[in-house]
DNA sequence: CTTGACCTTCCCATGATTGGAAGGACTACA
DNA sequence: TGTAGTCCTTCCAATCATGGGAAGGTCAAG
């Protein structure tokens, strides 16, 4: 089986599968004489769990843990769970950093008329002066959705 | 003021200073002979809307758009409100699917004995031959959260 | 006049992903 | 056999906001 089926059989592009065996998150593959990489339903097995594993937010670092995991019948549930739980408090952190945004915002909007007039509680809030952060300490890194 | 002092000032880093300005987030300051930028009171409250607008999550293009609506004041609050409750709606999505995220995983992980023992359902799900993408379709771009 | 703290520009790295170019390989069809 | 079209390969670049650091100029205090 080559690349393109491979992806089409695991959901994950091409691209990307490149790259995850250029990073080493998955071992290099069998090339054909021409130089196209091999793969088998094994392989498309494990692309499979990486995928379900990235659509869960895991990083690829937590990723490789999780596949060196999963290939080891011996390791202890503990561990998997450690990183599952770890991996769960960062999403809950990152989703209480967005509900503030998103709540402190809701509630400037709703004081704002929304008309033709130039009177304007959010404009006015980001402009205060005295005001130092509009929250606590939202990581400014995490706040970005890029331009979805 | 240079640019540590107007750095101090607002919040706002002299390495991301440059940087709006290299955007054309901010206008070029004007510079003193020896070529350092020279900011005014003005200016670093410009930089402090910046910083709240950040911490909130908008974007730097949203900034942008925020900033001359600030500017203009003869803006209707409709626009304002627009861009604000349109980010609201993104930063709500994006809660909503790392809530999914983390319930998927809490789910599993209640399931999860978490002792020495091999067994382990959150590994088994991800290994799940049958089940094609674990939640319906969380843009796995927005749930990677770097490794914090 | 030296020391140290500041400033300048420039380049690189992050993380995961996509895009594209240039070129080789394969398949199907005439 | 030729050729068109689709696949594959590698390499390079871009995204977004941010930080790190190097090399070198400037400034203020001692």
């Not at 990235?54 to 390791?75: K, N, P, Y």
């Not at 952190?93 to 945004?101: G, S």
């Amino acid at each position: 089986m080559n690349i393109g089926h491979a992806s089409a059989a695991s959901g994950v592009s091409a691209k990307m599968i490149r790259y995850y065996e250029s990073i080493g998150l998955i071992p290099k593959t069998v090339r054909t004489e021409a130089g196209y990489r091999v793969y088998s339903e094994q392989d498309v097995h494990t692309l499979r769990f990486i995928r379900r594993a990235r659509d869960l937010g895991f990083s690829v670092e937590q990723i490789a843990d999780l596949v060196s995991l999963w290939r080891d019948r011996e390791r202890a549930s503990k561990d998997v769970k450690t990183i599952a739980l770890g991996h769960v408090s960062v999403l809950e952190r990152k989703i209480r950093e967005l509900q503030e945004m998103a709540s402190t915002l809701k509630h400037l909007a709703e004081n704002c008329s929304g008309d033709s007039r130039p009177h304007c509680p959010i404009i006015e809030e980001l402009a205060n002066e005295d005001s130092p952060p509009v929250l606590a300490k939202a990581d400014a890194r995490f706040g970005a959705l890029g331009k979805a």
